[in-house]
């Protein structure tokens, strides 16, 4: 009798660990996988998209959720921006008032959302956040997005290809001239070595001495005289 109350009593013992097993193995089953960008850069006026995709070990349901929230840079403070179930709730107040669109779908597990006439302002976190019950349990991927004006990275381009343009010849051009003047130097010193001398048809550079016309009928007297 006492062997069976013994079993009895490991046996209850046993009754939490396998509990605690079984929860989490219900919660890795019913949990879900969500992606989402790091880090989005987008421009001033130009549609940014905000992808965020999910995969879930249930079937898709109208119970499905998705909520995107927004957190301004240096503040703890985070506001709603678009809601789905079934249909698609962008916010109608705040700073994204009218411009957020959705651009997903649910049944590819895609709950991408897009920002219209994105600003300086929208720089900041964002958030992606699915349910679809049984499954509920998730991580939360954040996106930072970051906005700039398009006109000074063109003016930089414009700038850098400028440059290009101007140094490059000129770069060539000094080089062409740099090569002459070796090859020039090398001829004079190649001349040099061989003991080079003018023939006596060569023209010779040195000015010939002309002599004024009184002078000329002075040398000619003389030679008549002898």
């Known amino acids: 009798m006492q062997q069976s109350g013994a079993g009895g009593g490991r046996g209850c013992a046993l009754l939490p660990l396998l509990g605690v097993l079984l929860f989490q193995g219900v ?4 949990s879900l ?22 995969r879930s070990t249930s079937s898709i349901t109208d119970k499905l959720t998705i909520d995107w929230t927004y957190r301004p840079p240096s503040s703890s403070r985070t506001e709603s921006i678009f809601h789905y179930q079934s249909f698609q709730y962008p916010t109608t107040a705040g ?4 411009r957020i669109s959705w651009a997903g779908d649910v049944y590819r597990g895609d709950a ?3 920002i219209s006439n994105p600003t300086l302002k929208d720089n900041g976190t964002f958030s992606c956040a699915v349910k679809n ?16 004006e398009r006109g000074f990275g063109i003016m930089l381009s414009s700038v850098a290809l400028l440059s290009v343009l101007v140094f490059v010849p000129s770069a060539v051009v000094v080089v ?21 001398k003018k ?17 000329r009928g002075k040398v000619g007297g003389e030679t008549g005289g002898y």
């Open 133 to 148: 019950p049984p499954d509920v349990h998730h991580n939360i991927p954040v996106t930072e997005l970051t906005v700039t």
């Open 112 to 114: 991408s959302i897009s």
């Open 95 to 98: 700073t994204f008032r009218d």
């Open 176 to 196: 062409l001239l740099l090569v002459r003047m070796g090859r020039k130097s090398a001829g004079l010193k190649k001349r040099n070595k061989s003991g080079y």
């Open 27 to 30: 919660y890795i089953a019913l």
């Open 33 to 54: 996988e969500i992606k989402a960008d790091a880090h989005v850069r987008g421009y001033v006026g130009e549609k940014i998209k905000l992808k965020c995709t999910f």
């Open 199 to 215: 023939s006596s048809i060569e023209v010779s550079d040195e000015p010939s001495l002309v002599l004024p016309r009184s002078t």
